[in-house]
C-alpha cells in the first residue's frame, strides 16, 4: 500500500502519528448502487487490514466522503459491512454506493475519535450524524502580551497569547460581561495602535469603564493588580474579590475617601450584577457543561448549558442532522465528540442518558481539557435540577424548530406556486452588485434552504472585465463566473451546487443581462426572478417581481411570502455592502510602498518610521535609501529601480 503522511490535503488536521492508506481494490464503473459491487469493495479492502484502532472512511464512484467510522480493530470493524444482510436499509445503501475506503491507523482507540471528530466536520458525510452549526463558540480573551493587558471578545483560532474564559453562548452574553467586566475592574478594552496614540484620557474613562493607563493615570503595577482580580473572578473566585472591594471600600470611606468609596461601591455593583444575570442553581459545580436532548417527530434537538466559576456562560440549542435509524444514546455520543473539536471542554460533563463509550470519550478529551474529564448522569440532587432544566430547554427548543420548520415549509409551498416553480425549491441563490460611482466594484451571491440562510455557501465576485459604471454588465460577469464554474465542477448536478431558484435584486435590465448570460452559457433551465421596488415602495413596501418572459407579478402588503423575500433581499444587500465597505477600508489603508517588491511588513515599518510618509520615500535619493535602518543595498536599489525606472 502507498503510504500518505497525515497532514496532506487529503487530512489536513492530522498529527505526525496518524497514518492514511488507500485501499489498493477500488472498483471502478458505474456509479449506481449496486450492493455486490459495494461488499466486494469491502471485501477486498478488509483482506489488507490490520487488527490495529483507526478510521476508516468509505467513497463513492466520484470519491465523494459517504461515512467516516472509527474502530478499535479496523479488520474486525470493516469485515461488519460484508454481512450486508444483518444492516439495516440505511447501511445497506451506504454499503450499495461504496466504490473505494481510506484507511487511517492511530495509537489508540481514543486517537481514532477525535480524527473521526474532524474529518466529518471537514467532510460532512451524509450518512453520519452532522452537527450542522457553523458559527463558532466567542470567548473572552485577557491579552498577556502587553503592559497592559486588554480585555475582549474573541473568536475563531485561539492563537493570541493570554488567558481564554468561555464558550459563551452567544455574542450577546459576551458583550453584556466585557461591558460589565470593563466597570468591575477597569481594564482597557482598545487596540494597541489607538493606545500608543492617545495624549488624554478617553470616554471610557469620564464613565468609569477604564482606568486610562494610557495617559499614566494608574501605574503597571496597579493595572497589574487589577488584571490579577479579573482572572480571579473569571476563575471562579469571584467570591474573594467582591470581599476585597468590600474592604477596600470600606477603608476609602473610614479615611473620608469618598470619591474612591463611590467608584469601589460602583464596581461592586458590577460585580452583582454579572453574578445576578448569570445566576444558575449550580451548587458543588465549578466548571462544567450541561447536555439533555429532545425528540419529536424524527428530529432531535441537545440543549446544552456552558458554566465556569459557578456561573452560566449561556446555553444554546442544536439540531444534529442524518439521525435516521440511530438510537438516542448513538447520537448524543456522535454530537459530543464533534462538539468538543474545537471547543475546549469542562472537567464535568453531564449527560441525561448514559453512553455505550463514555470512558472512551472522557479519555479522548483528557488532553484538551489539562485531565481527567468526568463524565456522569445525574441521579438526584442538584444535578439532577440541572438536567431536569436543561431537558425542559431541549423540549421548548425543540418544538420551536418544528413550528419554525412548518412555517417555512408552507412559505417554500406558497413560493413554488407564485413563482411557477416545478417543485420547492432546495438551494435559492440571491445576487446583488455594490460599489460606489464605479469603484471598488464587487458582486455577491447568498444562499438559503429549507434549514434558512446557508452562510458558508456565501461568495463575493471582485469584478475584473466589466465596466464598474454598467451594473448590467457587472451581473453578466458574475453569473457567468458562477455558472461557468459549477458547469466545470458539477456537469451533472448532482452535487447540491446548482441553484433552484435565482433571485436577482434588480429589475428588467438585470433580468436581460442575467438571462443573456446563461443562454451564452447553455443554460435554459434554472428559475429566474428579479425582485425591484414597486412604484410605491415607500409608502406600502410593495415588490415587483419580473419574470424572464416580461411578466410581472406582485404581491399582498401583508403577505408572509413578500416578507420572505425581502429578507432574501436584504441579505444579499447586507452581504454586498459588507464586503464592499471591507474592500474600500483594505483601500484606504493600503499604501503605495505594498506594491513593491519584495517589501514586506516589517521593511515598510522601518521605512515608514525612517522618512516618515510614503511620499518622502519615493522622493528619496539611493544614497538616503541606503541609510535607511533594515534596508540594504540591494532593497534599496529595487526601491529606487521601482520608482525611477530606467529608459
Known amino acids: 500500500m502507498a503510504r500518505t503522511p497525515a497532514g496532506t490535503p487529503d487530512n489536513p488536521q492530522g498529527n505526525e502519528r496518524f497514518l492514511e492508506d488507500r485501499a489498493t481494490q477500488t472498483m471502478r464503473g458505474s456509479e449506481q448502487p449496486d450492493l455486490q459491487a459495494g461488499v466486494q469493495v469491502i471485501r477486498d479492502t478488509v483482506r489488507t487490514l490490520p487488527p490495529k484502532p483507526g478510521v476508516y472512511r468509505m467513497q463513492d464512484a466520484r470519491g465523494d466522503v459517504l461515512y467516516v467510522g472509527k474502530a478499535r480493530a479496523l479488520k474486525n470493524r470493516v469485515a461488519n459491512y460484508t454481512q450486508w444482510e444483518r444492516l439495516p436499509g440505511r447501511l445497506q445503501r ?55 493587558p486588554r480585555i475582549m471578545k474573541h473568536r475563531g483560532a485561539r492563537k493570541a497569547k493570554g488567558n481564554y474564559y468561555g464558550p459563551f453562548a452567544s455574542a450577546g452574553s459576551v458583550n453584556t460581561t466585557v461591558n460589565a467586566l470593563q466597570k468591575l475592574f477597569l481594564l482597557r478594552s482598545c487596540t494597541d495602535s ?91 459545580l465549578d466548571n462544567a457543561d450541561i447536555f439533555a436532548m429532545a425528540s419529536k417527530g424524527g428530529q432531535i434537538g441537545v ?31 456522535s454530537f459530543l465528540a464533534q462538539f468538543y473539536e474545537e471547543v475546549p ?72 406556486d407564485f413563482l411557477e416553480l416545478a417543485d420547492v425549491p432546495q438551494r435559492i441563490e440571491v445576487y446583488d452588485n455594490s460599489h460606489i460611482q464605479g469603484t471598488k466594484a464587487l458582486g455577491a451571491m447568498v444562499v438559503a434552504g429549507p434549514e434558512g440562510f446557508i452562510k458558508n455557501q456565501y461568495r463575493k465576485f471582485n469584478i475584473k472585465t466589466a465596466q464598474t459604471d454598467d451594473d448590467f454588465a457587472m451581473m453578466r460577469e458574475v453569473m457567468t463566473r458562477r455558472f461557468g464554474r459549477v458547469q466545470e465542477e458539477d456537469p451533472e448536478r448532482t452535487g447540491g451546487t446548482w441553484p433552484d431558484l435565482v433571485l436577482i435584486d434588480g429589475g428588467k435590465g438585470q433580468m436581460s443581462a442575467v438571462k ?86 516589517a521593511r515598510k515599518r522601518a521605512l515608514l518610521l525612517h522618512f516618515g510618509t510614503a511620499g518622502k520615500v519615493r522622493a528619496a535619493s539611493l544614497e538616503d535609501l541606503q541609510r535607511a535602518p533594515g ?15 530606467r529608459g
Open 345 to 416: 471542554p469542562a472537567r464535568c460533563i453531564l449527560v441525561d442518558r448514559a453512553l455505550p463509550e463514555a470512558e472512551l470519550i472522557s479519555e479522548a478529551l483528557r488532553e484538551g481539557a489539562g485531565g481527567k474529564v468526568e463524565i456522569s448522569v445525574p441521579q438526584r440532587g442538584s444535578r439532577r435540577r440541572l438536567i431536569a432544566q436543561a431537558t425542559r430547554n431541549a423540549v421548548e427548543a425543540l418544538d420551536r424548530r418544528l413550528a419554525e420548520r412548518g412555517t417555512q415549509a408552507k412559505t417554500l409551498r406558497e413560493l413554488t
Open 194 to 284: 489607538f493606545f500608543a496614540r492617545r495624549d488624554r484620557p478617553c470616554l471610557l474613562y469620564q464613565i468609569k469603564r477604564c482606568s486610562a493607563p494610557c495617559v499614566g493615570r494608574i501605574d503597571e503595577a496597579g493595572y497589574a493588580e487589577l488584571v490579577q482580580e479579573a482572572k480571579d473572578f473569571l476563575g471562579g473566585r469571584s467570591s474573594a474579590v467582591q470581599r476585597k472591594i468590600e474592604a477596600q471600600m470600606a477603608q476609602a470611606a473610614q479615611n473620608l475617601d469618598f470619591e474612591r468609596a463611590a467608584m469601589l461601591r460602583d464596581r461592586l455593583r458590577a460585580a452583582t450584577f454579572i453574578q445576578g444575570s448569570q445566576a444558575i442553581n449550580s451548587e458543588g
Open 631 to 645: 534596508v540594504s543595498g540591494t532593497v534599496a536599489q529595487t526601491i529606487y529601480d521601482f520608482y525611477h525606472p
Open 303 to 333: 440543549q446544552a448549558f456552558f458554566i465556569r466559576g459557578g456561573q452560566n456562560w449561556g446555553h444554546r440549542a442544536f439540531f444534529p442532522t442524518h439521525t435516521e435509524g440511530l438510537s438516542e444514546e448513538e447520537v448524543m455520543q
Open 94 to 148: 451506504m454499503v450499495s454506493q461504496t466504490r473505494s475506503m481510506t484507511i487511517v491507523t492511530t495509537n489508540s482507540e481514543a486517537e481514532a475519535l477525535l480524527l473521526e471528530a474532524q474529518l466529518i466536520k471537514r467532510f460532512r458525510p451524509p450518512y453520519n450524524v452532522l452537527l450542522r452549526d457553523d458559527k463558532s463558540f466567542p470567548f473572552i480573551l485577557l491579552r498577556a502580551d502587553h503592559d497592559f
Open 516 to 601: 443573456d448570460a446563461l443562454e451564452e452559457l447553455g443554460i435554459e433551465d434554472v428559475p429566474l426572478i428579479a425582485i425591484a421596488k414597486g412604484p410605491h415602495h415607500g409608502r406600502e413596501g410593495r415588490e415587483v417581481f419580473h419574470f424572464p418572459d416580461g411578466r410581472e407579478k406582485m404581491l399582498p402588503v401583508n403577505s408572509p411570502l413578500l416578507f420572505y423575500l425581502q429578507r432574501l433581499r436584504d441579505e444579499v444587500h447586507r452581504f454586498a455592502i459588507g464586503a464592499h465597505r471591507a474592500k474600500r477600508s483594505r483601500a484606504i489603508s493600503a499604501s503605495p510602498l505594498d506594491e513593491i517588491p519584495g517589501i514586506g511588513p
